[in-house]
């Protein structure tokens, strides 16, 4: 009797599933009567970056592993008072990391412990690329010992974004009416547009930071930036 409800019980379940699993695939099913024509299409705008995203940090080493630490924490806040005295807000200043490690030195075949060595980085979002520059230095010069980066983004992409996607679809409509033209037909109607993505495409060589010589500002160039959309298009073609 056990084997029969549990049978039953896993039928009944199995019933209201099924229909619950068809109606997505009903919902996006059309049906074509013309010729089908599949598109990808792209749309692409430039903008120049308005944020630079890069990490500043101090490294440090000691005897003891305490001390390293201690050392990496003062120069630290040292290295945020010139953050904020740059004008730099809050929200733009975040860790990002604080390791201890220990250190060895290797002497006929044998390892001793020499100390100790901390690392304290902050990620900082500069909103002011043509200074950026200048702050960096500052920050060299109160104990920054470790810089990466920029990271050139741009801070608020939607609008960009958007007109790359009228643009997509745009080039995706004169495409397919190329290719009914060429098959001595007419577009009767879009079926579907699928989009797979709107992205900003990295430059073809990295920005990096220069200081031309010991002497000279830290300069940033912020360059342009493409932001690319990506359409996949079904056209109903009589």
């Known amino acids: 009797m056990k084997h029969h409800l549990t049978a039953a019980l896993l039928l009944g379940a199995a019933t209201l599933a099924a229909p619950a699993m068809a109606q997505p695939t ?5 049906s074509i009567a013309g010729t089908r024509l599949d598109i990808n299409a792209t749309g692409e705008v430039t903008r120049v970056p308005d944020i630079a995203i890069i990490s500043a940090g101090v490294v440090t080493r000691s005897s003891s ?3 390293a630490l201690q050392q990496a924490a003062n120069r630290m ?7 904020k005295a740059a004008g730099i807000a809050d929200r733009d200043i975040q860790t990002s990391n604080i390791s201890l490690n220990p250190e060895y030195s290797y002497a006929n075949n044998v390892q001793k412990l020499t100390g100790y060595s901390a690392t304290n980085q902050l990620t900082v979002r500069f909103r002011d690329i043509a200074n950026a520059g200048k702050i960096l230095d500052a920050l060299v010069a109160e104990g920054a010992n470790q810089i990466n980066g920029p990271n050139l983004t741009i801070d608020h992409p939607e609008a960009a974004l958007d007109e790359a996607r009228a643009r997509a679809v745009a080039n995706g409509r004169a495409r397919a009416e ?3 033209r060429a098959m001595g037909m007419r577009i009767v109607r879009i079926v579907s547009v699928a989009e797979s993505g709107g992205y900003a495409v990295p ?3 990295p920005v990096m930071m220069r200081a031309e010589a010991a002497s000279a500002d830290t300069k940033i160039d912020a360059g342009e930036q493409k932001l690319q959309v990506n359409l996949a298009m079904t056209f109903e073609l009589q």
């Not at 009903?26 to 059309?30: G, K, S």
């Open 178 to 180: 190329l290719y009914a």
């Open 65 to 67: 592993a305490g001390s």
């Open 26 to 30: 009903a919902a996006i099913t059309q």
């Open 77 to 83: 806040e040292r290295v945020r008072a010139a953050l």
């Open 203 to 205: 430059p073809p060589m």
